[in-house]
């Protein structure tokens, strides 16, 4: 039943040499992994995808690319999936249904190996070329901000960001200038140390990985970077969900901060 067993010692057929058996199982780990959420950024996306392979998957070795369809309504699928049949360090990873930014954010950075995580949104406002500034602020740093310097959205995103500065700094007792800040550098460690207290159907991941990084003593640093106008496509909170999100926001942020969370303490 369920197929014969081989004998102890013997060899299986086709078997590969042992040399090459133990560099598969030597592969280096991966360094860096870049997680991006994406819903419907079609036109846009590859662009973005080519300045994440220049400035990263070219330039730090063992790096990859992580990208989470939310369930797009336009060609937004296909266009990932082509990208990572031609590059083997990207993975599209595609939600059953749209669960939302947060959500998308979350599962990409469950499913990263990499001793460090960073995240940048799919909109092309970020200066992906900057990286280098966080990256060799990481020795020092468990967690790296990108502080967005001068903003390029709407009122009402801008207001949104005001709120949130003003909740996030009064929870971490400390003023915290980009606590939603789409383009950040997490040690593993750290992730795997706040993780288990963040839900993960939480609506911003972001805001409490920073004010969860404060409150265990983490060491977070901020680099002030470009922020760049919408190069294609349209933000998705529009002004009649403005009111749901601070709300939303607002309630998880205050909840999170009630949770006990151990001291962190840095590895080494």
């Known amino acids: 039943m369920g197929g014969v067993s081989p004998e102890p010692n013997a060899k299986p057929p086709n078997a590969e040499p042992a040399s090459t058996a133990a560099a598969v199982s030597t592969a280096p780990p991966v360094t860096v992994s870049v997680v991006m959420p994406v819903y419907n950024e079609a036109i846009g996306v590859g662009e973005v995808v080519a300045d994440i392979v220049t400035h990263i998957l070219d330039t730090v070795a063992g790096s990859e690319l992580i990208t989470v369809d939310d369930r797009s309504t336009d060609d937004t699928a296909a266009v990932l999936a082509g990208l990572a049949a031609a590059d083997p360090r990207i993975t599209v990873l595609v939600n059953d249904v749209n669960m939302g930014h947060g959500r998308s ?51 009402h995103r801008l207001l949104l960001t005001r709120v949130t500065r003003a909740t996030v700094s009064a929870l971490a007792r400390r003023r915290v200038r980009d606590a939603n800040v789409p383009f ?33 003593g983490a060491r977070v640093t901020e680099v002030e970077t470009t922020h760049l106008p919408r190069r294609h496509g349209r933000s998705t909170l529009r002004l009649g969900r403005l009111a749901d999100a601070v709300r939303r926001s607002t309630a998880e942020t205050v909840g999170f901060s009630r949770r006990r969370l151990r001291p962190f303490r840095q590895p080494g």
């Open 105 to 155: 954010v979350r599962r990409a950075m469950d499913a990263s190996t990499g001793a460090w995580i960073f995240h940048l949104d799919s909109d092309g406002q970020v200066d992906v070329g900057e990286f280098g500034l966080l990256w060799q602020r990481r020795d020092d740093s468990d967690l790296v901000l990108g502080v967005r310097v001068t903003r390029h959205d709407p009122l």
């Open 184 to 216: 950040k550098l997490i040690r593993r460690e750290l992730f795997e140390h706040l993780a288990p207290a963040i839900p993960s159907t939480a609506f911003a991941p972001s805001i409490l990985i920073v004010l969860g990084a404060h409150r265990a």
